[in-house]
């Protein structure tokens, strides 16, 4: 059984909205000694000590591509959560020499720190854009996820180990369609870019715990992949804004109507461990796994989100952004018929 009591806690890129729940669950229920957050603004630091006051929380000015940063800060870690990324598509297309350097180089550089440092366990946060990755971002991501894997055959004979999880889009944080929705919805004219598109949906609640629970029982090397519902952009647009007019604008450059969380590739070394799936290294250079994880998957099994068996439909959704807060519980229930609707981002 794994024990939280007296860790030390890192988070990269804790103060973003992942972090932010993070630390909210992490010191309100777990025994740790300290939590520390490592990101670049301060003014965003500032405000998560003044709203967390809590004397356990240590905020470090840094970035995941300063090395010797990552050094200092990592000593005396125990437990690292990798959530420091570049994840705007456009932004990552225009600018690629940064997404390379923060997302692939920021996470070499903590893989080498945390050996180093002697950290116990590094879980990296992903996305299923990593799988078949059509845009900048996907590729980076999976990039990284290489890394980490490959880093505990780095570690040798050093106690540390790598896991990563591979998840979908976080609903209501930052760069999320639904708050493009939100502020749309005022001018009664909301923007879709295909509302055929789908996404796997999580919230940032269902994020932190499925984080939590994988750092406990990780050996090193695996990908977690958790079952998510589906969601269709049309439907999260009616959801938010039921009278308003939908242009479409069309897909945008890197986009997919749908996305894939396990590729028929990665299918033959993945398990269907109940609520989630678990994927194997393809090489075990660090020791055979001692864990079964559950049940081989079908020959070309893909997990996508346009053949998933579990879906919101717009009512659903609406239900679920009410329970997130991000819609009043008298949010007009009705909705329109989908082609009476609206242009975003898929990226949700």
């Not at 604008?249 to 396990?262: D, F, Q």
Request: with cysteine.
């Amino acid at each position: 059984m794994f024990d939280w009591a007296g860790k030390t806690v890192l988070v990269t890129g804790g103060t973003g909205s992942f972090g932010t729940a993070f630390a909210t669950r992490v010191l309100s229920t777990l025994p740790v000694h300290s939590l520390r957050i490592l990101s670049r603004d301060e003014w965003k630091q500032w405000n998560m000590q003044r709203t967390l006051n809590d004397d356990r929380l240590r905020f470090l000015l840094g970035d995941v591509r300063d090395r010797n940063r990552l050094y200092r800060a990592l000593d005396g870690v125990d437990i690292v959560i990798h959530a420091a990324a570049l994840k705007q598509v456009p932004l990552c297309e225009y600018n690629p020499m940064e997404a390379i350097n923060t997302n692939i180089l920021g996470a070499a550089n903590l893989i080498d720190a945390a050996i180093d440092r002697g950290v116990e366990r590094v879980l990296a946060l992903s996305t299923d854009k990593a799988a078949s990755p059509t845009n900048l971002y996907g590729a980076t991501k999976l990039c990284a996820e290489k890394l980490f894997i490959q880093a505990n055959s780095y570690a040798g004979t050093h106690k540390t180990r790598f896991a990563c999880c591979r998840y979908g889009n976080v609903l209501g944080s930052r760069g999320s369609v639904v708050l493009a929705f939100l502020e749309q919805r005022e001018g009664g004219t909301l923007t879709v870019t295909d509302e055929r598109m789908s996404r796997f949906w999580i919230t940032l609640p269902q994020a932190v715990e499925f984080v939590l629970r994988r750092v406990e029982e990780f050996e090193g090397g695996e990908i977690f992949v958790p079952k998510l519902p589906s969601v269709r952009i049309g439907d999260i647009a009616r959801a938010v804004a039921p009278e308003a007019r939908i242009d479409i604008a069309g897909i945008r450059p890197g986009e997919k109507l749908s996305e894939v969380m396990i590729t028929e590739h990665e299918a033959p070394r993945t398990f269907d461990a109940g609520d989630y799936f678990v994927m194997e290294p393809e090489h075990h250079s660090w020791g055979e796994p001692q864990k079964r994880w559950g049940k081989a998957l079908p020959d070309g099994f893909e997990y996508r989100s346009d053949n998933n068996d579990v879906w919101l439909d717009s009512e659903a959704t609406r239900q679920l952004l009410i329970s997130a807060s991000l819609l009043p519980r008298d949010h007009e229930a009705s909705v329109v018929p989908p082609q009476a609707a609206m242009a975003a981002s898929g990226d949700c």
